[in-house]
């Protein structure tokens, strides 16, 4: 069985080798962002208050067990090809788009957070997959369109919870 050589254009994946560091300096972004996700997460599920408490307690430990869950894909992914994971408070920090949530504990407002937070998880997401299909590099085109998948079915069930009843 023949193998392809791998070249100085190409890496070991036989993915260019300057785009693919593009790909994972944005997945370092997403990274960030996500660590900031995850810590809204943490956030609303520890004090989230009144009378949905206890469903919303549960939902919110689901997103924030999946958040660390995709984490740790990312960092996976950065690493596969050929990247170095960002790993510090200070970097992602410095990498943040979201919005950081604080004392949170009303209902509407940990929704709208999360609501937020995706739509801007989605806007990084979708500039990684466009440019991770150009080069054809499918695993993380995968992993993008399955995460825009599961998140836009999330802010479709939280814009659902969020509509009043009249």
Known sequence: MATKKQTKETNILGLPVKETEVIAAELNILLSNFQVYYQNLRGIHWNIR??????LH????ELYND?????DMIAERVLTL???PLH???DYIKNNKLTVGKNISLDSE???LIMESIADLLK???VILEESGKINDEGTNSMMSDFIKEQEKTMW???AWSEEQI
């Open 50 to 55: 009144g009378k949905r408490f206890f469903d």
């Open 58 to 61: 549960v939902k919110f430990e």
């Open 67 to 71: 958040a660390q869950l995709k984490i």
């Open 82 to 84: 050929g990247g170095v």
């Open 88 to 90: 510090t408070f200070e």
């Open 110 to 112: 940990a929704v709208n």
């Open 124 to 126: 990084i997401e979708r």
């Open 157 to 159: 069930m939280m814009k």
